[in-house]
């Protein structure tokens, strides 16, 4: 009888510890407090350097999107938006996501389906204005994202 007590509280100890380390890190992520008060996400140096060519692809599609309104053309901005959709994220990136934390995971795939609600809009709708304000929404998801985090790489031991 105290064998079996004695594992059922071995696994309750193991499923517990199981989501602890699970919430660990595929919520909270691999972070540290930063000096500046953002929260510090620790990366190696290729998960970084991935991380910041994935913002500046963002970064483009935002000012083709500008140029391409600018100019009335709708079909550009459907197509400069789509590369940066979700059908065209990096598929490495998910190999390390779970590092991340959960908050910053959202806003970068909320931000990769607003420009595919984007691209489907200005097909759809074909107006100019509502580009213009779906910009400015997907730009509040960088600024979001780049006040509450700075990436830091971590120490090679």
Known sequence: M????????????VGLLSIVLAARFMVIGTV?????????????LAERDLILDEMRSLLEAVQAVIVANN?????????????VGRENMDPRSAEFATRLPMDFRKLGMDTHMRFDK??????QIESTEHVYQQLGEITANCVA???????????AE
């Open 145 to 155: 994202c780049h006040r509450a985090y700075r990436l830091a790489v971590e120490d």
């Open 32 to 44: 540290e407090a930063s000096p500046d008060g953002r929260t510090e996400i620790v990366v190696t």
């Open 2 to 13: 105290n064998s079996c007590r004695f594992c059922w509280a071995f696994v309750v100890a």
């Open 71 to 83: 100019a009335g053309d709708l079909n550009t901005v459907a197509v400069a938006s789509r590369l």
């Open 118 to 123: 984007v691209a489907l809009d200005a097909e």
